[in-house]
């Protein structure tokens, strides 16, 4: 490629070179440009493999308008139009484009026409080809009679839930008798994977571009993966609801263990986005405090989760879980994604890479980054989960029924079950460390919500975190410390604040790591999720295996 594009300019062969002009070719190891302007990344993709013209296709919406687009194809065309190879590759590329992205770039009668004009005199002979492409892009948008108006958008119209009877919504107070108890793990499973698919199906490349999915008008812009997220935070309601909604401890121990069989099935289907609700529900703090039901859970079923928690570990960048769905896809098995890890992943490119680079320049690796990791949700959304399973109405509207009680109410139940002194308390004990002269001294039994926003904080919240994650020995070294300077903490300034022990800073970093990573998720909608990821049960409440791994991490 490198010497193609360098040959010299202002003569046209078969093979035909990229002008350079309006680039700024750097040398990167691959032969791609790392930037250039629209005209001359166009240029260059239509000479590469099939691939790029995919990813550019994908992403060119970020620098430039579909009639714009259209403009300049006409150009290139003009400038190569003896030239019978990029007359092929151009042909090419139109198909595609009509092909896959008709309804979301070209439906407008205006564009059409000009679309059809071009093709009469660029393909003259072969421009019915493009015509009947369009009637059936038509046809399948249900438009007739010639009518070029275009039809509801999938992203307008998100999965809408089944509207239930006034008396379906207003249950009891216990939860003992539904069709979910009463259904095979293996039918759970299924319903959960065929309404998570029926969402990821329904969305659009758009919904991701410009971290749409992020913006103040999210229900507008990006419908469909708001959906996603909220179905996320339902389903992980849910299962935290069904546990502690139940009358007896045998029922809850029931229901967990019930719910990490459902886990196990999703996890051997490849739902790993529903692996992670499951765990986000019996990982809420009110569900997670509860010693007596976890000390009595069967050791087979607490192996089972703690497999389940470690392949799905946000340690090293997600590396068992990546690894594995990179296996799956490989072996061609059905899939479907950690939805917030693919939102993450689109978050990092845009914050990590500009738009555009030296001279205005568009900054075509970010294009390709971007363009290939739609291109694999693109896969996911074909693979086609709803021609597996049959669909169960009556459990699907007894799970998405329930009642959705907010952490507050899921905390109360929790502490009406199991009452514990330490459960958002700061204890007299810990508290001993503060002179009492200190004017910033906490207040004795100060009850602090940990499921805000870290970066929210206050002194009082970062103590209360420390002890909850068994590091209550260092609260007066953190007394003026606050959520957002907790955040900025380094190694070094933890070893610089007293912190001698090399394993105890590991362990806070850690610890610090998983807020971040809280706030991160927040941030795509996913707050069940977020709160999860810094639950952890107090040191009064630790069974054996927790103290092991804590005496494990600390070694580490």
Not at 241 to 254: D, M, P, Q, V
Not at 273 to 291: A, D, I, P
Request: glycine share 4%.
């Amino acid at each position: 490629m490198a010497k193609a594009i360098e040959r010299r300019r202002g003569e046209d062969t078969e093979e035909d070179e990229v002008s350079l002009e309006g680039s700024s070719k750097k040398e990167s190891g691959d032969d791609l440009p790392n930037e250039g302007t629209f005209e001359y990344l166009l240029e260059f993709v239509l000479k590469q493999k099939p691939e790029l013209t995919a990813v550019f296709l994908i992403t060119f919406r970020d620098f430039a308008l579909p009639p714009q687009l259209l403009h300049h194809l006409k150009k290139i065309y003009e400038k190569h139009k003896t030239n019978s190879t990029m007359i092929e590759r151009l042909f090419n590329f139109l198909t595609e484009w009509i092909d896959e992205y008709f309804l979301l770039d070209i439906k407008k009668k205006m564009l059409v026409n000009e679309l059809l004009e071009f093709v009469d005199v660029a393909f003259a002979k072969r421009a019915n080809h493009f015509k009947l492409l369009i009637v059936n892009k038509n046809k399948e948008a249900g438009i007739k009679n010639g009518s070029i108006a275009p039809p509801p958008s999938k992203a307008a119209a998100p999965v809408a839930r089944p509207k239930l009877e006034a008396k379906n919504r207003k249950r009891s107070g216990t939860r003992d008798d539904t069709i979910f108890k009463r259904s095979r793990e293996e039918l759970i499973a299924e319903q959960l994977t065929l309404f998570d698919y029926e969402i990821l199906e329904k969305v659009q490349l758009t919904e991701f571009l410009g971290k749409a999915w992020q913006k103040k008008d999210k229900d507008l812009l990006a419908p469909n993966l708001t959906m996603l997220a909220k179905h996320f935070n339902d389903v992980s309601n849910w299962v935290s609801t069904e546990i502690l909604s139940t009358e007896s401890n045998k029922a809850r121990l029931s229901s967990i263990v019930r719910f990490i069989k459902v886990a196990k099935v999703l996890f051997k289907m490849n739902n790993f986005n529903g692996v992670m609700q499951v765990l986000s529900g019996l990982n809420n703090f009110s569900v997670l405090r509860l010693k007596n039901l976890w000390e009595a859970l069967p050791v087979k079923a607490y192996e089972t989760f703690q497999k389940l928690e470690g392949y799905m570990s946000h340690e090293m960048n997600y590396k068992r879980y990546r690894t594995g769905i990179k296996k799956a896809l490989d072996k061609k098995e059905k899939v479907l994604p950690y939805i917030a890890l693919l939102l993450r992943d689109v978050t990092f490119m845009y914050d990590g890479n500009s738009d555009y680079v030296e001279g205005n320049l568009i900054n075509f690796r970010k294009m390709l980054l971007l363009g290939n990791c739609l291109i694999e949700f693109l896969g996911y959304q074909r693979i086609g989960w709803n021609n597996c399973f049959q669909r169960d109405e009556q459990l699907i509207e007894d799970i998405i029924s329930h009642r959705f009680l907010s952490d507050n109410t899921l905390g109360r139940m929790s502490n009406s079950i199991e009452p514990s002194r330490t459960l958002g308390v700061i204890e007299e004990d810990s508290r001993s460390e503060f002179s009492e002269s200190e004017p910033n001294r906490v207040e004795k039994a100060q009850i602090v919500d940990l499921s805000t926003n870290p970066q929210d904080w206050k002194e009082a919240h970062v103590i209360s975190w420390l002890q909850a994650n068994g590091l209550g020995a260092y609260s007066s070294i953190f007394k003026d410390i606050s959520g957002m300077q907790l955040f900025s903490l380094s190694q070094n300034d933890l070893l610089s604040m007293g912190i001698d022990k090399l394993g105890h800073r590991k362990q806070i970093q850690k610890h610090i790591n998983a807020l971040k990573e809280r706030v991160l998720l927040a941030s795509y909608g996913l707050e069940t999720l977020a709160q999860s990821t810094s639950s952890a049960r107090s040191p009064s409440e630790w069974n054996t295996q927790d103290v092991m791994k804590w005496v494990s991490d600390l070694v580490r």
